[in-house]
């Protein structure tokens, strides 16, 4: 157990707390508040939240903060990776769009075709034993006048009904090939959703905070402004991606994927629409100013 997780352990006894009480003051979750005390920060959702997890569990049990983090400011974690800023999404359309790679699938006609192939080979089979048929008999009996006519009246019928069977049987073909495609698409569909899941789940908040952290392989963010309202955008080591009141009805793009936290500082959260991964994100708290904080367990 680490010096700052005993002290506030001690701190959280002398007041008779149990984890379970500290669980419904501060919303923090048991398992993250015993990490602390043992601290395990690594277990954490990210970094970022270390201080202000330690900063809540202190003031539940009556601490100030702030001399906590000077004297035990070795033990907490301190993040030495740097990041790039990322371009917005509208800046990366300029850049060249890769090509999509093609399908290797068989077309959904081909079923059809193979089938119509079949009725044609079957259909010039009838034609040609019926020709031969016809010669060998030819050959072995003189028709007479009445026998030539009444063979070419039969000839002549047995060949419309072999090609009405025929365009009977391509037409049934063409049915269950247009059925097919549908289902096609329907599974590609449900391919594309399966291997885009995106989880967003509400950790806790503290103040005009809410910590979020989020289950996915792409972090794509959208915010609309439907009024004037500050915003600014930073990630979790504070460099700034935008700082500024956009006017009502401007939209930021961005594309975050490679960043651990993200937080969103709304000065008029009722005037902000947060999207991310195409899913609006509720604001957890019923107050003008308000900050969210985002973490993503995918880049841990």
Do not use: C
Not at 80 to 106: F, G, M, T
Not at 244 to 260: I, N, R, T, V
């Amino acid at each position: 157990m680490s010096e700052l997780g005993q002290h506030l352990r001690e701190a959280r006894e002398e007041k008779g707390l149990s984890l379970e009480d500290l669980q419904r003051s501060t919303k923090i979750q048991k398992r993250y508040l015993l990490a602390i005390e043992e601290g395990r920060f690594d277990t954490l959702p990210g970094l970022f939240y270390a201080r202000a997890f330690v900063k809540t569990y202190a003031e539940a049990v009556g601490l100030d903060p702030e001399p906590l983090f000077d004297q035990y400011r070795n033990e907490l974690p301190n993040p030495q990776k740097e990041s790039i800023d990322l371009p917005s999404r509208s800046e990366r359309s300029k850049s060249p769009v890769r090509q999509p790679k093609k399908s290797s699938k068989a077309p959904a006609f081909l079923p059809a075709v193979i089938a119509l192939a079949f009725l044609v080979v079957i259909a010039l089979g009838i034609w040609l034993v019926t020709q031969s048929i016809g010669g060998e008999r030819d050959a072995a009996i003189a028709p007479d006048p009445e026998e030539n006519v009444d063979a070419d009246f039969s000839e002549g019928a047995t060949e419309p009904e072999a090609d009405e069977e025929a365009e009977g049987d391509q037409e049934a073909a063409n049915e269950d090939a247009v059925e097919e495609e549908p289902a096609v698409e329907e599974e590609e569909e449900e391919e594309e959703t399966s291997s885009e899941t995106s989880t967003l789940n509400l950790l806790n908040s503290s103040g005009n905070t809410s910590y979020f952290e989020l289950e996915a392989d792409r972090f794509d963010v959208v915010i609309q402004f439907s009024d004037n309202s500050y915003v600014d955008v930073k990630n979790g080591l504070g460099n700034m991606f935008f700082s500024g009141q956009p006017a009502s009805g401007e939209e930021l793009e961005y594309d975050f994927q490679g960043e651990e936290e993200v937080e969103f500082n709304f000065g008029a959260s009722q005037n902000v629409t947060l999207i991310v991964n195409d899913e609006e994100v509720d604001f957890p708290l019923d107050i003008i100013h308000q900050k969210i904080n985002i973490a993503n367990s995918v880049n841990d």
